[in-house]
């Protein structure tokens, strides 16, 4: 697939979130951190919020729910209009069972892991996920610096899944800027989240077409 750029709202002004979304709307989708100060130590925003979000967003979501009882709660994202709903593998309890019933609801399905969780004890349950999201910071807050120590996790991901019979699209969220995007690209990454990169330019959507040209060429 080509690759995506889905700049996080977490770097935007919280104050002006609608038109923060449309300063992204040459983007693939929005990315949304939802915390809730359990699984991560910090607090986002719940159901009511993103949902009024995305009836005004010019651009699809990509929710990362980064909670506990995430069995529970991921499909209500799915049941909103969320087009992607990805939970963390470290918090659900049946992650087949949850894929499945986001589908279901019509959402495309991630699953996520931290920088330190291992991909291989999951390589079996890919097929039931259209994303695998690797983390390349510690999940919880924007604007930390890039793990160069998940790209052999990157790498080992994308040879498991090159043979794969479904296309299953490889994300990673932390520390993307115009250079770390070319070494997640070359690792095998397609589908990248960025926050300051994108909300701390003058030009929002001159930071996506920079990135998206450094993703796509990076030797030119």
Not at 15 to 28: F, G, K, R
Not at 46 to 70: A, N, T, Y
Not at 198 to 207: C, F, I, R
Request: hydrophobic content about 45%.
């Amino acid at each position: 697939m080509s690759c995506h750029i889905n700049p996080s709202i977490l770097s935007a002004d919280f104050a002006n979130l609608q038109a923060e979304l449309e300063a992204i709307s040459t983007a693939d989708a929005a990315h949304i951190d939802v915390m809730d100060n359990h699984f991560v130590p910090n607090l986002t925003w719940g159901p009511p919020v993103v949902k009024r979000l995305r009836e005004v967003s010019p651009v699809p979501f990509d929710v990362h729910l980064m909670i506990e009882d995430v069995d529970r709660w991921a499909p209500q994202y799915a049941e909103i209009g969320c087009e992607s709903v990805t939970f963390h593998a470290e918090a659900a309890i049946a992650p087949i069972k949850l894929a499945r019933t986001l589908r279901e609801a019509g959402a495309k399905a991630g699953m996520a892991l931290r920088p330190a969780t291992p991909v291989e004890p999951y390589l079996d349950i890919l097929s039931e996920l259209d994303m695998l999201l690797i983390m390349t910071v510690e999940p919880g807050f924007g604007g930390q610096k890039f793990l160069d120590v998940t790209l052999p996790k990157i790498r080992r991901a994308a040879v498991a899944l090159k043979d794969s019979p479904t296309p299953l699209a490889i994300q990673v969220d932390g520390g993307i800027t115009e250079e770390t995007i070319v070494r997640a690209a070359e690792a095998g990454a397609n589908v990248f989240v960025a926050g300051s990169s994108v909300y701390g330019a003058e030009d929002p959507s001159a930071a996506i077409a920079a990135l998206r040209q450094a993703a796509e060429h990076p030797h030119s």
